[in-house]
Every structure is written in C-alpha cells, then in structure tokens.
C-alpha cells in the first residue's frame, strides 16, 4: 500500500491567492483527517469527515478554509484568500480503527 | 475538554541512556491513549497504544502504561539509539469527546536528541 499521499509537498504562493491542498487516503478507510501544524500551535485538527460526510469542522479557522471528499479517494483543503499567518504543515490522515496514518505533509508559505 | 500535557523538550540523552517522556491528561470518560513518533521532514506514525487501564503499549523497544489514577502516560525506553532522535507526541481520543470519538487532542511534542 502506498500510504497517504499528498499533494504537492512543498507550496509557495503570495498572499491573496488561492490555494488548494489535496489527499488521497489509504484504500478502504472511511475516515480522513486534516490536521494543521505549527510551532506556536503545536498539532491542531482542523475537520475529519466519516464516509465522505464531514463530521466535525470546529477546527476550521475562520471561512477562508473549506474542505471537501467528494468521493472516498480523494479530499481538497483549501484556502481562499490564503495570509501570511496559514503558513505551515498541513497534514493528512486517514483510519479505519483507532489508528491514524498520516501522510508526508504539505509545506504552505504565504508571502 | 480533553487536554495532553508533555514535559517541554528538547531532551538530550548520550546513546544507550535511559529515556523517560512524561505525559498526563484530562479527559471525559474512559480516553484511548497514543503514542507517535515523528522523524525530520516526515508525518506522524504511530509508536504505540492503550486503550485501558493498567494496559501497557509496548514497541520497538519503548513502552506506555496507562495509569488511570494519575492520569498519565509516560513513555519509556531502556537504552536509546541516535536512530531514535524525533519528536514524541502524547494523543488521547475520547468517547465522549464533543469533537467525536474519532478525534485525537494531542500534546505539543517532545523532541528527543540523542547523541553518538
């Protein structure tokens, strides 16, 4: 099995712009995790979705975030306008019991 | 809520040392507890679990017990290895989380550095 793969691994982008992150969580698992982490905040979960459907979105900052799963292959996270203060490590992971696999991560920095 | 709390890093150990990571929490109801390790440039795995009381987590040579009455989680390992340096975090998901039990509150990491 090839793990959690995000992508891309690494984004630059300037304030104001949009930017989508996207996963593909392991085959046959029916949850998926969006986590943000920084130094001054430590690991924060942002939304998780069971089957497709979100379950719990508390974490989301503010509306310039949203995330999707339109199917079970595949979710986007995305921020619109992205700020200099959304830089970080944007982990995904996905579960079928307790445990969580993560993937490698996305690396965002805003300008 | 649900909170970790981790004792702040870095921890610096010689190779073949004896490591300890404290780890206490609060949680509603009866929390499962996690270890995961996190190597430089990668994402967070799972090290080890317990999911009950007096229940110990045990892999690679690190082990966990759950001790309800203190409400703690420490992480230990006999003689650690340069291999071993990362950075730990302590997770708990609880049943009766407001976020759902699926949700894991992990502490703010340790990261461990072990010299040759």
């Known amino acids: 099995d090839a793990g959690v793969i995000q992508s891309p691994r690494h984004e630059v982008t300037e304030m104001g712009q949009e930017v989508t992150l996207r996963c593909k969580p392991i085959?046959?698992?029916?949850?998926l995790f969006w986590y943000r982490q920084t130094m001054m905040r430590g690991l924060e979960l942002l939304i998780y979705?069971?089957?497709?459907?979100?379950?719990?979105d508390s974490g989301m900052p503010e509306d310039r975030f949203s995330a999707k799963m339109p199917n079970a292959s595949f979710s986007t996270l995305k921020i619109q306008p992205s700020e200099p203060r959304d830089s970080a490590v944007y982990f995904c992971?996905?579960?079928?019991?307790?445990?969580?696999?993560f993937g490698p991560g996305t690396r965002l920095l805003v300008l | 809520g649900d909170s970790v709390t981790q004792m702040e890093g870095p921890v610096t150990l010689s190779e073949e040392a004896f490591l300890t990571i404290n780890c206490t929490y609060t949680?509603?109801?009866?929390?499962?507890l996690f270890w995961y390790v996190q190597y430089p440039g990668e994402g967070l795995q799972l090290l080890l679990k317990?999911?009950?009381?007096?229940d110990k987590g045990s892999n690679k040579g690190f082990e966990a017990t759950y001790r309800k009455e203190t409400t703690s989680f420490h992480l230990e390992k006999g003689s650690v290895q340069v291999s071993d340096s990362a950075v730990y975090f302590c997770?708990?998901?609880?049943?009766?989380?407001?976020?759902?039990?699926?949700?894991?509150?992990f502490g703010s990491g340790t990261r461990l550095q072990v010299q040759p």
């Open positions: 997770a708990l998901n609880s049943p009766a989380s407001k976020r759902g039990r699926r949700a894991l509150t």
């Open positions: 949680a509603t109801g009866y929390p499962s």
């Open positions: 085959s046959g698992h029916d949850y």
């Open positions: 317990a999911t009950k009381a007096d």
């Open positions: 979705f069971n089957n497709n459907v979100p379950i719990d």
């Open positions: 992971a996905s579960s079928q019991g307790e445990t969580q696999y």
